[in-house]
């Protein structure tokens, strides 16, 4: 296990790119592990955004907040436009956006910028909403925290319905490229009786999921995935793996192979998922409350973000980034 800390003034956004960790709201700063600090671009941007998406190629930036209805498309840290929400609950339920960059070289952003349920694919240098079609009818489906998974070839939705129950759902998104309509329902989705509060890609095909506290929805099928276990989700064959009870809370975990994944629930925690023993802890670093894309009753959480490349998670805490690695 291997700590890094880096010195800072003051942040207000972080994500990673290439290996080091950029605060795309303050002029794009970037802060490299042995303590450089400089500056990729002109603008800063107001204490409003507290989040932070990039593209693939480093070109395309997305700053907005966690909780609202704003965000700013950047390029190369300018103000491309302005993006937007649905006010319907965006104060409880954290916003959903991703970068997908297609074959075709274009970088799209996805969003939901009609409606809270409906998912779109916004060209990010034209504007054009290419899956705006008149059919559309999306179900009451709550989107958030979407994840890209590695192999570019699905979209992960964690989020809700009501009255809450999160669940999660997965699209692939060249068909949805081909027709739009298959993004207002999904029928790929794990089948278990209890509510998933966090998932996590570890594989193209493979899916952590992590069930609450909660009582079972469906005892039917509440031994497939019982409360406060974790298991591994093949969205190909619809398998799910043998669960692994976990005697501690938890909250977003972010999947770093088939053994191991980081879970940020008050502190992080190394966990081996095989064993459902805590192999890691630091105590004495508060990282957030989050338990699901339900934050209503969270303010002035800590910034945290995950390298799916290099399986790193950064957090920031008062003058400095913490960085951890296994």
Known sequence: ?????????????????????IDIACAGKIYYENGYVEEMHKYHFGSN???????????????????????????????????????YHANDNEYPAAFFTHDNGKTYLI??????CRIDFENV?????????????PSDFFHSRFEISPNNKYLLS???????????????????????????????????GSEINTASF????????????????????????PENSVAIWNIETNEISKPTKLNFEFGNLFAIDKKYAWDLYKFPKLINIESGEIEFKNEDLFCGSQKSSIISNL????????????KKIAITTKGKIEIYSK
């Open 202 to 225: 570890i594989s193209g095909n493979e899916i952590l999921i992590g069930c609450s506290e909660e009582e079972p929805y469906d005892e039917d099928l509440a031994e497939i995935l």
């Open 1 to 21: 296990m291997k700590k890094t800390i880096i010195e800072t003034n003051y942040t207000q956004t972080i994500c990673w790119f290439n290996n080091t960790i």
């Open 49 to 87: 955004f507290d989040c932070s998406i990039i593209s693939e190629n480093g070109i395309y930036a997305f700053i907005y907040n966690k909780k609202g209805t704003k965000g700013l498309l950047l390029k190369n840290g300018e103000i491309l436009r302005e993006i937007n929400r649905s006010y």
């Open 299 to 310: 303010d002035n959480e800590p910034r945290v973000a995950f390298d799916r490349k290099t």
């Open 125 to 137: 240098e034209t504007g054009e909403i290419i899956t705006n079609i008149p059919e559309r009818n």
């Open 158 to 192: 964690k989020g809700w319905v009501w009255h809450p129950v999160s669940l999660i759902t997965v699209f692939e998104i060249e068909k949805c490229f081909e027709n739009p309509l298959l993004l207002d329902k999904s029928e790929n989705e794990p089948k278990v």
């Open 111 to 116: 969003h939901c910028p009609n409606e809270y």
